[in-house]
């Protein structure tokens, strides 16, 4: 079978047993090299891939898709405007809301809250009615004044199912005596719990009795909507802003949260270049070992060139070792990296139960364990990039390789 003439003897001299150990050492530092940083790279992005996917459910989960608001002010038409939005069958779920901040006051405590009006009879998936651990969602009737709290919020002004709290209204009444804020007291008739620091701060009320406290009448702050694919939510908001000819706000979910979405990309562009030093470590290690593989085999270069070999030739058989040190290095670091990618959880659960440490705390990010998603394009650019870093690394020394002069070199031998 044809076998090009440089690449023959590049992988003899790759696979060759040479009598310069320390050479052979260096080659093999500079594979397991390009190894290690290509299975660190590929589990790195990997947890971080997972960290975001998870994170990204977590928050959806109490978070709308795509919210619509008038442009200046209050939606006054907002049941014509559900059934225009209901149409497009990517639109799950339609539900009116009605928001505002306030003051929750008990026993002395005082605790800011955002009062979300909502209608019980709407499906609403934006909001953690199902993750109830107190009372019953359901009790939320119309004229009760009911209230669900979180379980942080809760705990903060001590309250349980049953007990009544002051709602310091943002809004002050002008009397004979002087300007008085406007108080309400609410029936706590349930506690949500979602593990976020959502439970800190969101209070929920029957859509009725919000418009009545904070004078909305028939208008709502807005509509929310679930689609099916969330990854969507852009495009079909974009889409429905062009078809209610952008004559109000359509906002979806990755602007709300924009600036934490692009601080853990940031987070993983930083981690990637910082990682791909590694790479380029065992890169330079490659370029040592070939330096001196070429002045080790001046000779034999010599004699080469004697035969007929061309410079291009001399310099093909150099690039063809690296390359095949990089590629053997990068396959072992795939195969290693896949597997550590794909056991990384249970490995992470193992070593916190060993050591008996938490290494991820529910409280600060949102998840309670080490995450893994592998997504190809990362693994291929992560490959891609250690073979061409193998290959710039090969470029010198097989130059030096090419310029050795025949008569030069076999002076001495």
């Known amino acids: ?74 939606l006054q038409n907002w049941s014509s405007l559900a059934e225009q939005v209901k149409v497009d069958s990517r639109v799950k779920t339609v539900a009116p809301y009605i928001a505002s901040q306030g003051l929750l ?19 609403n998936e934006a909001y953690p009615l199902t993750n109830v651990i107190s009372g019953d969602a359901a009790s939320l009737n119309s004229g009760e004044f009911g209230v669900i709290l979180g379980r942080s919020l809760a705990q903060n002004l001590g309250l349980v199912v049953g007990d009544k709290v002051t ?41 009725t009795d919000a418009a009545r406290m904070f004078k909305y009448y028939d208008s709502v702050s807005g509509i929310q909507m ?25 906002v979806d979910w990755t602007t709300e949260h924009a600036n934490f979405f692009e601080a853990l ?46 410079p291009r030739s001399v310099m093909g058989i150099f690039v063809s070792q690296g390359l095949i040190i990089g590629v053997i290095g990068t396959l072992l670091g795939l195969v290693f990296g896949l597997l550590l990618a794909y056991n990384v959880t249970a490995i992470a659960e193992y070593i916190q139960n060993l050591l008996n440490v938490q290494f991820v705390s529910e409280d600060v990010y949102l998840v309670s364990f080490v995450p893994s998603q ?13 073979v061409i870093m193998s290959l710039l690394a090969t470029i010198y020394p097989a130059w030096r390789a090419a310029t050795v002069a025949p008569a030069e070199a076999l002076r001495y031998e």
């Not at 006051?105 to 499906?123: F, L, V």
């Not at 802003?241 to 952008?246: A, P, S, T």
């Not at 987070?267 to 470590?281: F, Q, T």
């Open 105 to 123: 006051i008990e026993s002395g405590s005082a605790q800011p809250a955002i009062i979300h009006g909502i209608d019980p009879t709407i499906p």
């Open 265 to 310: 990309n940031m987070e993983k562009v930083v981690m990637w270049c910082i990682l791909c030093l590694i790479i380029a470590v065992a890169a330079f290690n490659l370029v040592s070992s070939l330096v001196m593989m070429v002045t080790d085999k001046r000779s034999d270069i010599a004699i080469l060139r004697t035969m007929g070999a061309t």
């Open 226 to 250: 679930q689609v099916s694919d969330e990854m969507q939510a852009v495009r079909i908001a974009q889409e429905l802003n062009k078809q209610l000819q952008y004559k109000y706000w359509l």
């Open 1 to 74: 079978m044809f076998k090009p003439f440089f690449l023959y003897v590049g992988y003899k001299y790759a696979r060759s047993k040479r009598d310069n150990y320390f050479i052979s050492f260096i080659s093999l530092t500079s594979m397991l090299g390009i190894a290690l940083g290509v299975a660190v790279l590929i589990t790195v992005l990997s947890v971080m891939n997972g960290f975001n996917k998870e994170i990204r459910a977590k928050m959806l989960t109490f978070t709308p898709h795509i919210v619509l608001r008038g442009l200046d002010g209050p």
């Open 167 to 207: 709602f310091l209204i943002p809004e002050a009444s002008a009397t004979i005596a002087g300007v008085k804020p406007k108080f309400k007291r609410l029936n706590v008739v349930a506690i949500y719990d979602t593990g976020t620091h959502y439970d800190d701060r969101n209070a929920f009320l029957n859509i």
């Open 374 to 386: 592998i997504r190809q394009s990362d693994v291929v650019l992560v490959c891609s990039f250690s």
